[in-house]
T-cell receptor, first 115, second 108 residues
């Protein structure tokens, strides 16, 4: 049973470009969470999604950031017009249906570097 | 809003010494989760506590959930170099909120 998968593992973008981060949850999991982590800092919640629905996006910047979890395919975190301050590790986590406030299983993360 | 405070932020110990990290919530929690993140790695789920006063053990790790379900601790007995990493608590009530973590370094 494969764990949470994220790709790419490393992503380099120039200022102004778009970054697309993908997350495939564990098999059977229908809840997906995105977190951002700056070096030597904690995990900052961004968004919580279920299939085709955004449940909580209170941690996501209002501009340039968007997330989706379509009926088919991975969850996507999209950052438009990236700036240097967007450089961070972005982690996706998933949890099973019916257990939205329980343990989460994390992917390996995408390290985004904005030049 | 709900806040989860974790102390200390950093802890440096000699191999063989004990280590404890504490987690305090501003609100009563439904449950609490603990995770470990190795340097350069991703958070890995360790355990979940649900009941008031609950104590769980995993080999040298002891996890406690306070009677009021507002605080928790993780204690490691006789640390080893393999214990290095950052330990996070995550409180669950209306939302899941992470503490900022305690970074543990172990001197061999």
């Amino acid at each position: 049973n494969a764990g949470v998968m994220q790709n790419p593992r490393h992503l380099v973008r120039r200022r102004g470009q778009e970054a697309r981060l993908r997350c495939s949850p564990m098999k059977g999991h229908s809840h997906v969470y995105w977190y951002r982590q700056l070096p030597e800092e904690g995990l900052k919640f961004m968004v919580y999604l279920q299939k085709e629905n955004i449940i909580d996006e209170s941690g996501m910047p209002k501009e340039r950031f968007s997330a989706e979890f379509p009926k088919e395919g991975p969850s996507i975190l999209r950052i438009q017009q990236v700036v240097r301050g967007d450089s961070a590790a972005y982690f996706c986590a998933s949890s099973p249906p019916g257990r939205s406030y329980n343990e989460q299983f994390f992917g390996p993360g995408t390290r985004l570097t904005v030049l | 809003g709900q806040q989860v405070m974790q102390i200390p932020q950093y802890q440096h110990v000699q191999e063989g010494e004990d280590f404890t990290t504490y987690c305090n919530s501003s609100t009563t929690l439904s449950n609490i989760q603990w995770y470990k993140q190795r340097p350069g790695g991703h958070p890995v789920f360790l355990i979940q506590l649900v009941k008031s006063g609950e104590v769980k053990k995993q080999k040298r790790l002891t996890f406690q959930f306070g009677e009021a379900k507002k605080n928790s601790s993780l204690h490691i007995t006789a640390t080893q170099t393999t214990d290095v990493g950052t330990y996070f608590c995550q409180g669950g009530s209306e939302k899941l909120v992470f503490g900022k973590g305690t970074k543990l370094t172990v001197n061999p």
